[in-house]
């Protein structure tokens, strides 16, 4: 599996482009926010002659959803995620303003829910869908055994764990998400997380001090 990182919009978020030897992708977190980041996007699909097959989310924050609409009207494909966050599309050029980022827009609605457990395939790999709520009640980080890779989102950080002062979050919720379903992955296993660098299970385990 091939992973590309794309750091985007101004709450650093990251956005991770996944292909394999079929040239099928799937896009997790669209946090396009620019034309810029937008054309950064669609060159790297047209460069590796890429077919995007899913897009699928985390959790529905508005930085890790802005480049949704740009990608259902760009490839047609529009976006999945755990339904429990789907009450987070609403109002969200609202949201955005707040923040003093100005899109006029709506979200691009959602083509299915992701349920916990759910295989994501596309060429020749497979992500597992773990349902992780605490950041927000309907997160989802995705797993690749044979890759030993972990999409956490915002759950789960290098040193660090997700906030849980957003509507909805929770505290022991989160720290129970991580400790139960997360740290028992192997201690190799790669993870990708929402926003900042890499890390693994292992150094997590032994370093994080939230855990």
Excluded: W
Aim: charge should be negative.
């Amino acid at each position: 599996m091939i992973i590309k990182t794309f750091t985007f919009n101004p709450f650093q978020e990251n956005t991770y482009i996944l292909h394999d030897e079929t040239n099928e992708a799937v896009i997790i977190d669209a946090g396009c926010y620019n034309d810029g980041e937008k054309r950064l996007i669609k060159l790297y699909f047209e460069e590796n002659k890429l077919t995007l097959k899913r897009v699928i989310n985390t959790h529905l924050h508005l930085d890790h959803q802005f480049g949704n609409k740009f990608i259902y009207d760009t490839f047609g494909i529009a976006p999945e995620a755990g339904q429990d966050d789907e009450f987070l599309l609403l109002n969200v050029a609202a949201q955005a303003r707040a923040f003093g980022l100005p899109i006029n827009e709506e979200a691009q609605a959602l083509a299915s829910y992701v349920a916990e457990y759910q295989e994501i395939k596309f060429g020749n790999s497979s992500l597992k869908a773990i349902h992780v709520p605490g950041h927000s009640p309907g997160s989802m980080a995705f797993y690749s055994e044979t890759d030993e890779v972990l999409f956490a989102g915002d759950v789960l950080f290098q040193g660090s764990i997700g906030r849980t002062d957003l509507v909805k979050g929770d505290y022991a919720t989160l720290i129970s998400s991580i400790t139960k379903k997360l740290l028992p992955l192997p201690d190799s296993t790669i993870v990708y997380c929402g926003h900042g660098p890499s890390t693994t299970i292992g150094n997590e385990k032994k370093s994080n001090p939230y855990l």
